[in-house]
């Protein structure tokens, strides 16, 4: 990520397209932490829905993330890349809860097996 007084500078140096994300929030610092979720799934078929993450630290403090405005494919064996954001920033994670959902009010309710998962942090990339 870029500082608001940079980004500028920095993204548009090169020639090609670049797409800038700005996320704020209504609380001081007026900012929100952003994690890259890395899942690949073994479902046999073909899911198509949202992720939301809940993470917990070792004092019992739990922050949610925002849901994606987007929908995500999970198909078996292939990796997805999710960006999620939290009002919260957890310093040391001791759980982390993924629910699935697809937003449909009828028809049958899908899991989503993981084979796989990695949370990074963006905003401080040595966690």
Not at 21 to 46: A, G
Not at 95 to 107: N, V
Request: with cysteine; hydrophobic share 30%; glycine share 4%.
């Amino acid at each position: 990520g870029y500082h608001a007084d940079r980004w500028k500078e920095v993204l548009t140096k090169s020639n090609s397209p670049t797409k800038a994300y700005f996320d704020t929030s209504d609380q001081d610092p007026f900012c929100m932490y952003n994690y890259l979720l890395d899942i690949t799934t073994w479902n046999k078929s073909t899911r198509r829905g949202f992720i939301k993450v809940k993470i917990t630290d070792y004092a019992g403090n739990t922050v949610e993330s925002e849901m994606n405005s987007e929908a995500s494919t999970f198909q078996q064996y292939k990796r997805v890349k999710i960006l999620t954001g939290f009002y919260q920033d957890i310093e040391k994670i001791s759980k982390i809860s993924l629910t699935f959902s697809t937003k449909t009010l009828i028809g049958p309710k899908h899991k989503l097996r993981i084979l796989q998962m990695n949370l990074k942090s963006l905003n401080n990339p040595e966690r």
